[in-house]
């Protein structure tokens, strides 16, 4: 099903495009034409682009998504969602790249797998410079494969350098209109929408039309890259014979802050469940704490404690008081 408005584009991209505005912005970005002098771009057929990357493959196994043809390279729950439609297995890159080669219509996913272990020497041949310090520089190698729309804490750089990929956005405020699955069980790592959307059940899921308004969508071919923001929702449709994306994930965010999915989890087991007076109390103490904070400047500042500047040693404290209380 096709809908949404087209994604803002820089036609023509060079990384000089990679601004500071842009990439501590917080609105996606199709940037044309990014990768395109990448020497990975240039394979002109899957059997090339198998070639190119064995050169530089260890004898390590990666981990795969294996999906049966019938689920047509979507990977997701099982009918009751008691487990998942795919099974994970080990295999080296060489026998990834057999089986899809094969097109026997099973499915293989290999996601989110760090390219300086698997690939050494990949990154210095394929990267962007002015990214040079992003330390999370993954591969994502399948034939078709359809990923349901979740979020990423991180700022997002995808480049797509074989196949093609179609990107369908919504912004953050979606998510009650995206039908979110369970926090801690999914089916590859981060909560995901429900809705298949190629057959969107509008009457299992009737607010998914407004999801559907506010969706944002791109075609993406080899060369092109998107930049997606943190929080944003994106689902994700290879649609070649064979494809592989790589991407630069950072945060915004001091290398000692903790996770802020930890801070929701641990929110639902001590929050959620109270009164709705109490929650709404809560809800003034986190805004004047956490979501709008002020500088509490009738404190001094050496006795703000964790309401101060946090640095790493004040993150630290903090975490160690948390594990102290829930340990007991």
């Known amino acids: 099903m096709h809908f949404g408005q087209p994604i803002r584009e820089i036609t023509a991209a060079t990384p000089a495009h990679l601004t500071h505005a842009l990439l501590a912005g917080n609105e996606p970005v199709v940037l044309r034409g990014l990768v395109n002098d990448w020497p990975v771009t240039q394979c002109d057929s899957d059997s090339e682009l198998a070639q190119y990357l064995l050169q530089f493959a260890q004898p390590v196994s990666l981990?795969?998504?294996?999906?049966?043809?019938?689920?047509?390279?979507?990977?997701?729950?099982?009918?009751?969602?008691?487990?998942?439609?795919?099974?994970?297995?080990?295999?080296?890159?060489?026998?990834?790249?057999?089986?899809?080669?094969?097109?026997?219509?099973?499915?293989?996913?290999?996601?989110?797998?760090?390219?300086?272990?698997?690939?050494?020497?990949f990154r210095s041949a394929n990267a962007l410079t002015v990214l040079q310090d992003k330390p999370l520089y993954s591969l994502w190698l399948s034939n078709h494969s359809r990923v349901a729309a979740h979020y990423d804490v991180t700022d997002n750089i995808a480049c797509v350098v074989h196949g093609e990929r179609q990107f369908t956005l919504f912004p953050p405020e979606q998510i009650d209109n995206l039908y979110i699955g369970p926090l801690e069980f999914t089916p590859a790592g981060q909560s995901c929408s429900l809705v298949d959307f190629h057959q969107p059940d509008l009457n299992q899921f009737p607010k998914f039309a407004q999801a559907m308004d506010s969706a944002l969508t791109a075609t993406l071919s080899a060369g092109d890259a998107i930049f997606i923001p943190s929080m944003w929702w994106h689902h994700i449709e290879a649609t070649g014979n064979m494809n592989l994306m790589v991407n630069y994930w950072w945060r915004q965010a001091p290398e000692f802050?903790?996770?802020?999915?930890?801070?929701?989890?641990?929110?639902?087991?001590?929050?959620?469940?109270?009164?709705q007076a109490q929650r709404d109390h809560w809800a003034h103490i986190f805004d004047h704490y956490v979501f709008n904070p002020t500088e509490h400047a009738y404190?001094?500042?050496?006795?703000?404690?964790?309401?101060?500047?946090?640095?790493?040693?004040?993150?630290?404290?903090?975490k160690a008081q948390l594990l102290q209380k829930l340990n007991r």
């Open 63 to 121: 981990y795969a998504m294996v999906a049966a043809p019938e689920q047509r390279g979507r990977y997701f729950y099982n009918a009751d969602m008691t487990g998942f439609n795919f099974t994970r297995q080990r295999m080296p890159l060489a026998e990834v790249l057999e089986q899809i080669l094969a097109a026997d219509g099973t499915g293989y996913y290999v996601g989110s797998t760090a390219i300086d272990a698997a690939l050494p020497g």
């Open 257 to 275: 802050a903790a996770a802020p999915q930890d801070a929701l989890m641990l929110a639902l087991a001590s929050i959620k469940d109270l009164p």
């Open 299 to 318: 404190i001094e500042k050496e006795k703000r404690g964790a309401i101060g500047p946090l640095d790493d040693t004040t993150a630290r404290q903090i």
